[in-house]
């Protein structure tokens, strides 16, 4: 019963945080907004925006500013910055050159149903338009505005989910070690999972006091996060998944799965999960979200 509880509350309250970031997103991506764009440029932008996706990364943010008692609307632009990064990211890892993807979260993907240039040219304006909107946030100080710059564009670029997708497209048909496929998953996946989580703090006074212990609990999330991607994409299906089921197998990617079998792999996973829990202990706030998102990430079907 108290898991019920507990799951029941989680969904709650990650539907509240999806909302509002949609609502911000929706509001950045008006005619009103950008007038001198074209309708296409917007429309395809929209439509790989405003989506269904699960909004993790902004639900981080708001979790760890709620908790340490920083009003909502000072990371709103820190939300939607985090997540139009991600959609970006999709977008151009599902173009021709890279996964050659046709369905993201359940329809076809931005290329398919644009173009090609249009796909590249929404993902750029997606990623110019993020550190856009963070240097124009007044609710925040300028120390604040420069350090969330300064973790999307670490977690974001080369350091990060860009150097880790190189890795990625590197090692597909090759046996890599494990240690290899943390640093791969690491720079890939975890590093916007752990920006989040410090951006949702970078406002507040103790920020000093609790980077380092927010920092170590990202980069584990991140990793159970992907090892339970790569589960799904075995045990998953293409309706649930809201993308192809079986292309890291079908693209020969180097997976957790592949490495460690997918007993193993699963084991894998909750070992992090439980290493997780422990990290969460030792943060100097409580945040019932994060402690049951935490559970969710290892037992989520898609």
Do not use: W
């Amino acid at each position: 019963m108290a898991f019920f509880i507990g799951a029941a509350f989680l969904q709650n309250q990650l539907k509240l945080y999806q909302q509002r970031v949609q609502i911000e997103l929706a509001s950045l991506l008006t005619s009103e907004q950008h007038p001198d764009v074209t309708e296409r440029l917007l429309d395809a932008m929209r439509y790989a925006t405003l989506n269904s996706g699960k909004r993790l990364r902004p639900a981080l943010i708001y979790a760890v500013a709620e908790s340490l008692n920083i009003p909502l609307t000072q990371v709103d632009k820190a939300a939607c910055a985090i997540e139009l990064i991600h959609s970006y990211s999709l977008v151009h890892d599902d173009l021709p050159a890279m996964d050659d993807d046709d369905l993201r979260r359940g329809q076809p993907t931005c290329h398919i149903q644009y173009d090609e240039a249009t796909a590249i040219l929404v993902g750029d304006a997606q990623q110019t338009l993020a550190f856009s909107i963070l240097t124009e946030s007044a609710e925040l100080s300028a120390e604040s505005r420069l350090e969330m710059i300064r973790l999307l564009s670490h977690a974001a670029g080369i350091n990060g989910m860009i150097g880790g997708q190189m890795l990625d497209i590197a090692s597909e048909g090759q046996n890599i070690e494990l240690v290899r496929l943390e640093q791969l998953h690491t720079m890939k996946t975890g590093a916007l999972i752990q920006a989040a989580l410090l951006m949702g703090a970078a406002a507040s006074p103790l920020y000093a006091e609790v980077k380092q212990a927010l920092g170590d609990l990202g980069k584990t999330i991140g990793l159970a996060f992907q090892v339970q991607d790569d589960i799904l994409d075995i045990e998953g299906d293409t309706d649930t998944l809201g993308k192809p089921q079986g292309s890291d197998l079908q693209a020969d990617k180097s997976t957790y799965p592949k490495l460690l079998g997918l007993e193993g792999a699963k084991r894998y996973r909750n070992q992090l999960i439980e290493q997780a829990q422990q990290q969460y202990q030792q943060l100097p706030f409580t945040s019932p979200f994060l402690v049951q998102l935490i559970d969710y990430i290892g037992q989520r079907n898609h």
